[in-house]
């Protein structure tokens, strides 16, 4: 099988801080794989790292069949990279944008053009082409990073929480021009605090906390593995308790109860036959972040 | 991360992409790295100059031959050194250009190289424009006079280098108004650029010696006088050289940390 990216072992310390802690990762050919956690979990740091602009502390990494440690420059000129914060030439156009950073990946600067007219349709920026970059929404801002990082056709596009800050409009539109991509048979590695964006877009995904992997899968089977089909969410008055003797594993969030179960109607005829009336009571289907809570007993965003 | 000597042709991106970026602001860069530089010269030549009664101590026919290569290499320490400060600081941390730059097959050296020599190109550009009225104003001296944007230029690199190992180190534009007021400007109105620096006192004549923009006015002045000697002024540019060299290096460091932690 063809992996993209390989990585042993890898460390990444800042002092005596390990934000990275000896992960191991294979991402094959063609395949949308997510690092899923919370803040400071280590997934810009790995992130980083990845896209060879951050050298390793210690473990081994390649990318693309190469060495990250020997071969950055080449291993760079076929990556995308999508960074967390857009850092954008405020002063230049939309086009400009585009046209000055495809020069750093060797186009002449009519090839550098050409493509620059294609991303922006790809980015639904074509009315916007001779826009200052300063003027633009948040939303446009991120399709205009997308559409950048791929000034160079990459084979591998690395998208650090794409959709961090969007609203749910312009974070539709985002996933629609990812999926694109993935037809078009483009690696992916992305980061997201956000379970529904990495159920939505990854094949694989790994869980991160605290600089290490806690989880790996598809998103379906960690679920399967990690927690039952169904979960029961209540809400009690302030003195109610469902006591300790439930045939369910439970977790009492601030505001909630979740309880899981297989089949949440029965867990919640049962609970009522216990002589417990919730305020209310909500049975849905397991996610991603029932599988953190489980593995963690934390929530993934609080 | 693979080799940290610039390449030739990622440099060069860096240098393209400072070029778009300052056809942007090209109203600021005339008024400040031309207009500005050409009032003083020609209010200092011809006004000064007039009230100058004896030159022979200048070892120039007029006021105007001293101060405009004075002013131009003046202007070009002033113009470098400037933008490593907030500009610098800007393309380093806020706007974030040279994090895109270490994105790309370049690397932060090449950013580094390519914003000097951007400095270099620039400067030496607007020496030329200065150039064109300071031959209008003295007359055409000699061929010599065209190798003076390049010595501006280098100057003007000289100081963005010495001050970027400065910038490149800071997270904040904290202690920039004391670079620009007792370093930048001082050396502009210090390094012989109005009057000789004999006429300073001993302790600061030496200082101003280990300074680039000093070396850079005398070989300037001695090509527009068409005085200039091969060895002396060869030594002058050495100086300049070394500073280039020194605040590269110097500056190395703050970029890694920056750019590549
Ligand atoms: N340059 C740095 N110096 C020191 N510590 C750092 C540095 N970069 C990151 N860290 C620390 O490493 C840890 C992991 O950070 P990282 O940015 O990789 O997390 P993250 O998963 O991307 O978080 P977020 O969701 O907030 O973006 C954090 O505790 C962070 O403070
Ligand atoms: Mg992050």
Redesign the pocket.
Same mark, same amino acid.
Not at chain 1, 37 to 48: F, L
């Given at each position: 099988m063809d992996l993209a990216v390989t990585a042993h072992e890898l460390t =990444?310390r /800042? +002092?005596d /801080?390990v934000?990275?802690n000896g992960i191991d990762l294979e991402i094959r050919s063609g395949e949308t794989f997510a690092?899923l956690?919370?803040?400071?979990?280590? =997934? %810009?740091? %790995?992130?980083?790292m990845v896209s060879t602009v951050s050298p390793p502390t210690s473990g081994s990494l390649s990318i693309l069949g190469m060495d990250a440690a020997t071969h950055g420059r080449e291993i760079r000129g076929r990556l995308g990279v999508i960074p967390?914060e857009d850092q954008l030439d405020a002063d230049l156009t939309v086009y400009e944008n585009l046209t000055t950073y495809a020069r750093y990946f060797g186009q002449s600067w009519s090839e550098a053009k050409q493509n620059a007219s294609e991303l922006l349709e790809f980015a639904q920026l074509t009315d916007r082409a001779d826009t200052r970059v300063e003027t633009m929404s948040g939303g446009m801002r991120r399709r205009l990073t997308i559409a950048r990082a791929l000034v160079n056709s990459p084979d591998l596009v690395l998208l +650090?929480?794409p959709t %961090?800050g969007l609203d749910p409009q312009a974070r539709q539109l985002l996933w629609d021009r990812l999926y694109e991509l993935k037809e078009r048979g483009v690696t992916q590695l992305l %980061?997201t605090?956000y379970m529904d964006e990495a159920e939505q877009l990854a094949d694989r995904l790994v869980i991160?906390d605290g600089?290490e992997i806690v989880a790996s899968g598809t998103p379906s089977s960690l679920i399967a593995e990690s927690t039952t089909a169904e979960v029961l969410e209540l809400r009690l008055a302030d003195e109610q308790s469902l006591g300790h003797d439930l045939p369910f594993r439970t977790e009492v969030l601030r505001n909630r109860v979740l309880v899981y179960a297989d089949d949440g109607a029965a867990a919640l005829a049962h609970i009522k036959n216990l002589g417990v009336e919730p305020n209310s009571s909500l049975i849905r289907r397991s996610t991603l972040e029932d599988v953190f809570l489980a593995r963690t007993g934390r929530q993934l965003v609080d | 991360m693979t080799s940290v000597s610039p390449r030739p042709s990622s440099v060069w991106h860096v240098v393209e992409h400072h070029a778009v970026q300052t056809r942007r602001t090209m109203q600021t860069v005339l008024l400040s790295g031309f207009l500005s530089p050409v009032f003083t010269m020609l209010a200092l030549g011809w006004g000064i100059g007039s009230q100058v009664d004896d030159v022979s101590s200048l070892g120039t026919p007029d006021y105007l031959h001293f101060v405009g290569p004075g002013v131009m290499i003046g202007t070009a320490t002033l113009q470098g050194g400037f933008s490593s400060l907030w500009q610098a600081l800007a393309a380093l941390r806020w706007e974030g250009m040279y994090k895109n730059v270490v994105r790309s097959p370049a690397t932060f050296t090449d950013a580094m190289t390519g914003r000097l020599v951007w400095m270099g190109i620039l400067n030496a550009l607007s020496s030329v424009a200065f150039l064109i009225v300071l031959v209008i104003a003295i007359g055409w001296s000699g061929f010599g006079a065209l190798l003076t944007p390049f010595i501006a230029g280098l100057t003007a690199m000289s100081a963005a280098a010495g001050v970027l190992a400065f910038t490149s180190r800071k997270e904040s534009g904290d202690g920039f108004s004391v670079v620009a007021r007792l370093g930048l400007t001082p050396l502009f109105v210090f390094s012989g650029t109005f009057s000789s620096i004999d006429t300073l006192p001993t302790a600061i004549a030496t200082v101003i010696k280990f300074f680039p923009t000093y070396h850079g006015i005398e070989v300037a002045r001695d090509l527009i006088n068409e005085r200039a000697e091969v060895v002396p002024s060869l030594l002058h540019i050495a100086v300049i050289v070394a500073w280039i060299a020194l605040g590269w290096a110097l500056s190395f460091g703050g970029f890694r940390k920056a750019l590549t932690?």
């Open positions: =990444k /800042f +002092d /801080f934000a990275v690092l956690g919370p803040n400071g979990a280590g =997934k %810009t740091s %790995t992130m980083r967390q +650090d929480e %961090t %980061t605090h991160m600089g | 932690s």
